[in-house]
């Protein structure tokens, strides 16, 4: 890796610190050429402190470390993006992230359709709800439809019609994550199996 630590005439550069796994972002510190010795060498992040004026290793007070994983430099070589591994909350408030934020992981939209899947399911009294109607139907119709919906995507995934297999496809999905919160799971959990297979 060569980083400029020269371009803005104080030996630093900033190093934006992302969870390895969530890929939230976690923090952001500065670096000098020793900070990023002493993590590389070391395996948990170090900075230099700009308030302290020296080697600060985050968690060295708290015990909440961050595991070092990998190192990027961007393509203007001064900004670093440092993947880590954090053993308790990141911020010195005690949040996961200086934001605030919780550091969860996410799955994008298929997220965002769990969470609404969560609020049918706990707001079943909603006549006009599909996804409400088969909770107060219970787990066999439930169970019924992602069976259903996995014929159909088998049958058409025979045939030379994509719309008609991805269509299929979103259907099974979508059923599926409403057999999953049934049974009183999410995604997360079946992806945790999955990692414990890989």
């Not at 060498?41 to 007070?61: A, P, Y």
């Not at 030379?160 to 059923?175: C, I, K, R, V």
Request: glycine letters at 6%.
């Amino acid at each position: 890796m060569k980083i400029d630590f020269q371009k803005d005439g104080n030996d630093l550069v900033p190093a934006i610190i992302q969870d390895a796994k969530t890929k939230n972002v976690l923090m952001l510190g500065f670096m000098n050429d020793e900070a990023l010795q002493k993590t590389q060498d070391t395996g948990k992040v170090t900075f230099f402190s700009r308030s302290k004026q020296r080697l600060w290793t985050k968690g060295e007070e708290s015990g909440n470390f961050l595991e070092l994983v990998d190192i990027k430099v961007d393509c203007d070589n001064d900004t670093l993006l440092v993947m880590a591994n954090p053993t308790g909350p990141t911020c010195h408030k005690g949040t996961d992230t200086c934001w605030g934020e919780s550091n969860k992981q996410s799955y994008g939209f298929l997220t965002q359709l769990e969470e609404v899947i969560q609020s049918r399911k706990e707001n079943q009294d909603n006549e006009k709800s599909y996804v409400a109607s088969l909770f107060r139907e219970g787990i066999n119709k439930i169970a019924q439809k992602v069976g259903e919906e996995a014929v159909e995507t088998v049958i058409e995934s025979k045939d030379n019609n994509d719309e008609l297999f991805l269509d299929e496809s979103a259907d099974l999905l979508f059923h599926y994550l409403i057999l999953l919160q049934a049974k009183g799971y999410q995604l997360a959990d079946v992806v945790k199996v999955l990692e414990s297979r890989h």
